[in-house]
């Protein structure tokens, strides 16, 4: 099972909204409403910010949104923080019974 | 309030095993399954497999099919993850987590590093 594909790297200015991807197949992302995200900070366990696509876990701010379409999942922050820099992972349910991360984003707030 | 709480650090020679603890706490352990999950340093995550804590049932991913154990001790609420045959690119921090049939990892260990050193 291959990693998801997401872009090493996405930029922004406080305020502003970033969007990153998650490409994967059929078989992973397009095949199921099973897509998550997790933010990781340096040294720290990740955390779950959105699950089952697009909801958000209690506590997680609103600032987060995450969509699908077709074999491509995809993650927006809304009005950028300088707290929201930090690392971001996809992971998907696979139709092998197997879960699959995205190779990793960092955001870097300019 | 639910807490995966892992065992310590370890330093494993090449060709040895490791076996890492995932003590749960603050919901019942046989209702969720257990995920485990890896990172080397300054790189991704990598799921490595799932056991499901009730019932046993068990998949691991096959890049570590037949190097990968995963067990539970309902009695004490934990799960165990051994890795046999450790080479130096199994040197990383592992994780449990919690999770349902979705790729919701709701809440995560606090990771045990594992070198792999000789």
């Known amino acids: 099972q291959s990693a998801l594909t997401q872009p090493a790297s996405v930029s922004g200015s406080p305020g502003q909204s970033i969007t990153i991807s998650c490409t994967g197949t059929?078989?992973?992302?397009?095949?199921?409403?099973?897509v998550s995200w997790h933010q990781q900070f340096p040294g720290k366990a990740p955390k779950l910010i959105i699950y089952d696509v697009n909801s958000r876990p209690s506590g997680v701010s609103h600032r987060f949104s995450g969509s699908k379409s077709g074999n491509t999942a995809s993650l927006t922050i809304s009005g950028l923080q300088p707290e929201d820099e930090a690392d971001y992972y996809c992971t998907s349910y696979t139709s092998s019974v197997t879960y699959v991360f995205g190779t990793g984003t960092k955001v870097t707030v300019l | 309030q639910v807490q995966l709480v892992q065992s310590g650090a370890e330093v494993e020679k090449p060709g040895a095993s490791v076996k890492v603890s995932c003590k749960t706490s603050?919901?019942?352990?046989t209702t969720w399954n257990i995920h485990w999950a890896r990172q080397a340093p300054g790189q991704g995550l990598e799921?490595?497999?799932?056991?499901?804590?009730?019932?046993?049932?068990?998949k691991s991913s096959q890049n570590f099919q037949g190097r990968v154990t995963l067990t539970t001790d309902t009695s004490a609420s934990t799960a165990y993850m051994e890795v046999i045959s450790l080479t130096y690119e199994d040197t990383a921090v592992y994780y449990c987590m919690r999770g349902g049939l979705t790729a919701a990892f709701d809440y995560w260990g606090q990771g045990t590093l594992i070198t792999v050193s000789s």
């Open positions: 059929s078989s992973d992302v397009g095949g199921y409403n099973y």
């Open positions: 799921w490595m497999g799932w056991i499901n804590a009730g019932s046993g049932h068990r």
């Open positions: 603050g919901y019942t352990f």
